[in-house]
């Protein structure tokens, strides 16, 4: 899984660049309507899929776990598909929606940083970004109510953390693929 996301590592920094570009859009725009952040989130959970699909496709004939990218692409592209589809969602049903997405997501994060703790430097980062993801569940599924606007800066500030988070694991991942001696395993 480590050639696999040594070769793909622009894979890791696009989902990371996208994070944070939806971050900060919501950050700057902070009157953004519920139907525009509905939309919003939409699209960066359906980019994000394809790309977690892509990447675990690419390596389904040298990891046998590849299944677990695939969950979490077809994940992200179920729940993109169903915010387009409904975008008159209630904020709770959001609110809903971001904390299973983010929930089901750190905890496959967490999974693939524990099984690739031997064979790269830097899996932290991958288990923060897990980490840092079941922790916004959390804090979203502890107060579901909350209005908008706080909402809002939930998700951005989550989306930022995760962003430069998944940037650095993937310069991290193409030193290993360029065989730099500080990104392999020790």
Known sequence: ??????RYWWVVLIRGL???AFGV???????ITLASLILLFGFFVLVDGVFSLLAAWQGRKVDEDWWLGVLRGVLGILLGVLTFRNPGLTALVLVLYIAAWAL???ILEIATAIRLRDQIEGEWLLALVGVASIAFAGLVLWAPGAGALAMLWWIAAWAVVTGVLLVFES?????LRHGRPEAQAG
């Open 18 to 20: 996208a994070a944070i």
């Open 25 to 31: 859009v919501a950050f700057v725009s902070p009157g």
């Open 104 to 106: 089901a997501g750190g």
């Open 1 to 6: 899984m480590a050639e696999i996301l040594a």
């Open 171 to 175: 310069f991290l991942l193409r030193g």
